[in-house]
T-cell receptor
Framework: GENVEQHPSTLSVQEGDSAVIKCTYS??????FPWYKQELGKRPQLIIDIRSNVGEKKDQRIAVTLNKTAKHFSLHITETQPEDSAVYFCAASGYGGATNKLIFGTGTLLAVQP | DVKVTQSSRYLVKRTGEKVFLECVQD?????MFWYRQDPGLGLRLIYF???????EKGDIPEGYSVSREKKERFSLILESASTNQTSMYLC??????????????FGPGTRLTVL
């Protein structure tokens, strides 16, 4: 089955710097890659996603890149702010059709130092 | 706006008790999921359901069962709670997208402590 690895597990940056979180997946049939942000004590919320027919997607300060050949995808946050501090999870779809599953990475705790 | 609610935010139970966690979504989603979240282990899928009365095991189904009698409601059942089931439990729901897997929306979570 699908396996998703996420690195680093913790990341500390200065406010205004960029942050990059990387994930690799094992199933070449995966075609949907969302990123979730979970603030302390709150539910995970989708911040950006990408499907396998595109290589990059941007939304203001966040962007996701996908390399299908290498089976890895990354989250890029530019001009980080203290409110970006949270745990970030990547995920990859299980096989399509009736399963509709997401396999999650183990999470990255991002701390933005003011 | 998608709304996924869970019956309790905090729950304390004793070893051996039968525990019910309930999840309700109001967006007519076909798919519903139960995860547990533990530090360093991320979100692990326990069970999911893609239709009423339909269920499939996830990655860690042992010690759990589920029930989906109505489309909007998905229940997680711990038949005999054990201390190693102390965890945060998250429910999620999504559309059955014709274009493939779709976005999952999460509930606020239930922190279960088994003594």
């Amino acid at each position: 089955g699908e396996n998703v690895e996420q690195h680093p597990s913790t990341l500390s940056v200065q406010e205004g710097d960029s942050a990059v979180i990387k994930c690799t997946y094992s199933d070449s049939a995966s075609n949907y890659f969302p990123w979730y942000k979970q603030e302390l004590g709150k539910r995970p919320q989708l911040i950006i996603d990408i499907r396998s027919n595109v290589g990059e997607k941007k939304d203001q300060r966040i962007a996701v890149t996908l390399n299908k050949t290498a089976k890895h995808f990354s989250l890029h946050i530019t001009e980080t702010q203290p409110e970006d501090s949270a745990v970030y999870f990547c995920a990859a779809s299980g096989y399509g059709g009736a399963t509709n599953k997401l396999i999650f990475g183990t999470g990255t705790l991002l701390a933005v130092q003011p | 706006d998608v709304k996924v609610t869970q019956s309790s935010r905090y729950l304390v139970k004793r070893t051996g008790e039968k525990v019910f966690l309930e999840c309700v979504q109001d967006m007519d989603h076909e798919n519903m999921f139960w995860y547990r979240q533990d530090p360093g282990l991320g979100l692990r899928l326990i069970y999911f359901s893609y239709d009423v009365k339909m269920k499939e095991k996830g990655d860690i189904p042992e010690g759990y069962s589920v029930s989906r009698e109505k489309k909007e409601r998905f229940s997680l059942i711990l038949e005999s709670a054990s201390t190693n089931q102390t965890s945060m439990y998250l429910c999620a729901s999504s559309y059955y997208g014709t274009g493939g897997v779709d976005t999952q929306y999460f509930g606020p979570g239930t922190r279960l402590t088994v003594l």
